[in-house]
């Protein structure tokens, strides 16, 4: 079955420091995956997007890496601010063209003053 | 930029209701999605369409419907609410190309008393 799993579930972190989420995917053939930014009671907006040819993407303070052959990506945020409170999704898609997303549990991010 | 809109941000419905949940894009895309999103679990999709009057059963479809008359336009019908149908509603739309990424709205939340 195709699953993505994400962690750690939660994490306090510091503002200012860095921290590093998780996910890992069975998702196969894999086309390409995505880290979105969920803050509370809005819907997931996206951070990155890599196919499995890259492994690494960055948009500001945040990088994505990704190792197809282990499937396990990880999302980096440096030097955390107050607004990176929020959960962060992954989503595997198998196949480019498919409606077929598999959404990962998310990690809820806090950060603290 | 894309727009995703949803006609209520929080709704409270009765058992037995029938419930209209309304979603609007204005970026021509040709998908569409219905995700419902509760805690301890990924975004479930419920209904998917990819063109005007067609729709593809997602995952978890018992006790909804949808409608899709115009392309800006998809709608998630709950014929008859129930209390497990409490929950996150989450619409979404994507081009049919490229990386297909999703952009969603803000989101739903139904409570059926």
């Known amino acids: 079955k195709n699953q993505v799993e994400q962690s750690p579930q939660s994490l306090i972190i510091l503002e200012g420091k860095n921290c590093t989420l998780q996910?890992?995917?069975?998702?196969?053939?894999?086309?390409?995956l995505r880290w979105y930014k969920q803050d509370t009671g809005r819907g997931p907006v996206s951070l990155t997007i890599m196919t499995f040819s890259e492994n690494t993407k960055s948009n500001g303070r945040y990088t994505a890496t990704l190792d197809a052959d282990t499937k396990q990506s990880s999302l980096h945020i440096t030097a955390s601010q107050l607004s990176d409170s929020a959960s962060y999704i992954c989503v595997v898609s198998e196949i480019s063209g498919t409606y077929k997303y598999i959404f990962g549990t998310g990690t809820r991010l806090k950060v603290l003053a | 930029d894309v727009k995703v809109t949803q006609s209520s941000r929080y709704l409270v419905k009765r058992t037995g209701e029938k419930v209209f949940l309304e979603c609007v894009q204005d970026m021509d895309h040709e998908n569409m999605f219905w995700y419902r999103q509760d805690p301890g679990l990924g975004l479930r999709l419920i209904y998917f369409s990819y063109d005007v009057k067609m729709k593809e059963k997602g995952d978890i479809p018992e006790g909804y419907s949808v409608s899709r008359e115009k392309k800006e336009r998809f709608s998630l019908i709950l014929e008859s609410a129930s209390t497990n149908q409490t929950s996150m509603y989450l619409c979404?739309?994507?081009?049919?190309?490229?990386?297909?990424?999703?952009?969603f709205g803000p989101g739903t939340r139904l409570t059926v008393l």
């Open positions: 979404a739309s994507s081009v049919m190309e490229a990386y297909n990424e999703q952009f």
């Open positions: 996910c890992n995917y069975t998702v196969s053939p894999f086309s390409n």
